[in-house]
């Protein structure tokens, strides 16, 4: 019977023999490690192109990568189409808005030519101000603020306020400067004097010397 040593290692020089290869991995070995496959299936970190293994597994993983780069890049573009696309429909509407109020007020200047040239000045401007007032009516601007109206902290801007016997609640007694809305929109509001109702201390003390006064 013949023994052979078919150790890599001389185990009285601890040195590598002469003519010994290192041993191939074992296939457990490859597998413990992770494969290529099990990488794309989300099992561990995925590689960056320049790491993919070579062979059929690095190859389908090469393929998996380009195509989800190519979605990315396919999303990406979308996007910054439709942003791109939001913006100048922004800027059309826009313009188109203001166009046609800009168009609406072309009669009132027609008009104002008009006035330069009439002699009674009052009545040409005052038919300016009316074709103004028509035209913004038509655009659905309203105006707003009468005396005599409770006063609406929400609709009215209280210039001046002095307390009066003759109202039972705040009242918007002079309009100093007209308020506009749009529908719901509070384009401006109405500056006016309020005149409200004296504090009941004042009121009492009032009614105390009018009595003492009449018994007198």
Same mark, same amino acid.
């Given at each position: 019977m013949v023994i052979r040593d078919k150790r890599r290692i001389d185990p009285d020089t601890l040195q590598l023999r002469p003519g010994a290869e290192e041993r191939p991995a074992k296939p457990s070995d490859q597998q413990g490690a992770g494969s290529p496959a099990s990488a794309l299936? !989300?099992?561990?970190? +995925?590689?960056?192109? !320049?790491?993919?293994?070579?062979?059929?597994?690095? &190859?389908?993983?090469?393929?998996?990568?380009?195509e989800r780069t190519q *979605?990315?890049? %396919?999303?990406?573009?979308?996007?910054?189409?439709?942003? %791109?696309r939001v913006q100048r429909e922004r800027l059309a509407i826009h313009a188109s808005a203001v166009a046609e109020v800009l168009r609406s007020l072309l009669p009132i200047l027609?008009?104002? *030519? %008009?006035? %330069?040239a009439h002699e009674d000045t009052a009545a040409a401007f005052d038919t300016v101000a009316r074709s103004l007032e028509e035209q913004l009516a038509a655009l659905g601007v309203q105006q707003?603020?009468? @005396?005599? &109206?409770?006063?609406?902290?929400?609709?009215? @801007?209280? =210039?001046?306020? #002095?307390?009066? *016997?003759? =109202?039972?609640?705040?009242t918007c007694t002079q309009i100093l400067r007209t308020?506009?809305?749009?529908? +719901?929109?509070?384009? /401006?509001?109405? $500056?006016?004097?309020? &005149?409200?109702?004296?504090?009941?201390? /004042? $009121?009492?003390? !009032?009614?105390? =010397?009018? *009595?003492? #006064?009449?018994?007198?």
């Open positions: 299936l !989300g099992g561990g970190a +995925e590689p960056s192109p !320049g790491q993919v293994p070579a062979g059929a597994d690095g &190859e389908s993983l090469r393929a998996a990568l380009a *979605d990315l890049q %396919r999303v990406k573009a979308e996007y910054d189409n439709f942003r %791109r027609d008009t104002i *030519d %008009r006035a %330069r707003f603020g009468t @005396e005599g &109206e409770p006063f609406d902290p929400t609709l009215h @801007e209280a =210039v001046t306020s #002095t307390e009066s *016997d003759r =109202v039972d609640r705040p308020g506009y809305r749009l529908g +719901e929109v509070l384009l /401006r509001p109405a $500056q006016v004097a309020v &005149e409200q109702p004296p504090a009941p201390d /004042r $009121q009492s003390a !009032g009614s105390s =010397v009018s *009595d003492r #006064t009449d018994s007198a």
